[in-house]
């Protein structure tokens, strides 16, 4: 099993940056993707970035040119730094895992922008 400990979030003004973390642990050798979906107020959980073991990266329309994946592998750790907040950008974040056997979820960490 794989378990995600997230850090990071909080609150910031439209315009700003924040940084997401999350480490991984356990079966590592396992996960052939991480990333980041998030969950605004009253909407679904949608993909924010991934990034594929292999080494290529997708992101959400909404974020790209904004939001940067980048893994430290000697860490097991994938971070999401966001630039250019926009108040739509607020939500849970969650951190995931995808391995064969199921995908794992990091307990979510609050992101809200303010205008």
């Known amino acids: 099993q794989v378990q995600l400990v997230e850090s990071g979030g909080g609150l910031a003004q439209a315009g700003g940056s924040l940084r997401l973390s999350c480490a991984a642990s356990?079966?590592?050798?396992?996960?052939?993707?991480m990333g980041w979906y998030r969950q605004g107020p009253g909407k679904q959980r949608e993909m924010v970035a991934l990034?594929?073991?292999?080494?290529?990266?997708n992101y959400a329309d909404s974020v790209k040119g904004r939001f940067t994946i980048s893994r430290d592998n000697a860490k097991n750790t994938v971070y999401l730094q966001m630039n250019s907040l926009k108040p739509e950008d607020t939500g849970v974040y969650f951190c995931?895992?995808?391995?064969?056997?199921?995908?794992?979820w990091g307990q979510g960490t609050q992101v809200t922008v303010s205008s």
């Open positions: 995931y895992a995808a391995t064969p056997q199921q995908p794992t």
């Open positions: 356990g079966n590592i050798f396992s996960i052939n993707a």
């Open positions: 990034s594929i073991t292999s080494g290529s990266t």
